[in-house]
């Protein structure tokens, strides 16, 4: 079974200043996908970003990029240009290319914003 | 669209009476999912459906929860009778399916069994 490990219960970064949450994972497959998912206090799971893992070119979308390690199963976050309204619960998570489509979370990381 | 939505945002019941949530996927999602979320546990799937069929149900905790999906456009999470461990906020999400593998989730439901 896969499992997805977020070691950083808790992350603080100064409003405007880069910020990187660390995931890894484990897993015997090799075609699957990654999420960063973000759940502000409004509770609601947004989507912030997604890699496939047959694609070695980084995903990015506006000021988040990700680091994927694929031999070192890491899947880290990069914020840039931190805003307050980054601050939320950010969730990495894993699905298998084939066969069960359930996402697999990790335990989050709760990422503050200092004005 | 108006994305994945639930019902009710908030509940609150004493224990051994039954709890029924409500979800409506966006509309042409042929995958369904009903997770649930507390401190200690974070987010586990409880169970998922494809075109209205139930796929994986391993993660229902127990005979007390139960969960349809009579049409395309509607599912329920029943639990009955609850109990006070069952308190937590129990989200529905779906997604399009292969290719597509994005899942969209609702606001999600706080239960609060007493």
């Known amino acids: 079974a896969q499992t997805v490990t977020q070691s950083q219960p808790e992350m603080s970064v100064q409003e405007a200043e880069t910020v990187t949450l660390s995931c890894t994972y484990d897993t015997s497959e090799s075609d699957y996908y990654l999420f960063w998912y973000k759940q502000p206090p409004s509770r609601q799971m947004i989507l912030v970003i997604r890699?496939?893992?047959?694609?070695?070119q980084n995903a990015t979308e506006n000021r988040f990029s990700v680091n994927f390690q694929k031999a070192a199963k890491s899947f880290s976050l990069k914020i840039s240009d931190s805003q307050l309204g980054d601050a939320a619960m950010y969730f990495c998570a894993y699905r298998s290319y084939f066969g069960n489509e359930k996402l697999t979370f990790g335990t989050g990381t709760r990422l503050t914003i200092i004005p | 669209d108006a994305g994945v939505i639930q019902s009710p945002r908030h509940e609150v019941t004493e224990m051994g009476q039954e709890v029924t949530l409500r979800c409506k996927p966006i509309s042409g999602h042929d995958y369904l999912f009903w997770y649930r979320q507390t401190m200690m546990r974070g987010l586990e799937l409880l169970i998922y459906?494809?075109?209205?069929?139930?796929?994986?149900d391993s993660g229902m905790p127990e005979d007390r929860f139960s969960a349809k999906m009579p049409n395309a456009s509607f599912s329920t999470l029943k639990i009955q009778p609850s109990e006070p461990r069952d308190s937590a906020v129990y989200f529905c999400?779906?997604?399009?399916?292969?290719?597509?593998?994005?899942?969209?989730f609702g606001s999600g439901t706080q239960l609060s069994v007493l």
């Open positions: 890699q496939e893992a047959y694609k070695q």
């Open positions: 999400a779906s997604s399009l399916g292969p290719p597509d593998e994005k899942l969209f």
């Open positions: 459906f494809n075109n209205n069929v139930p796929i994986d």
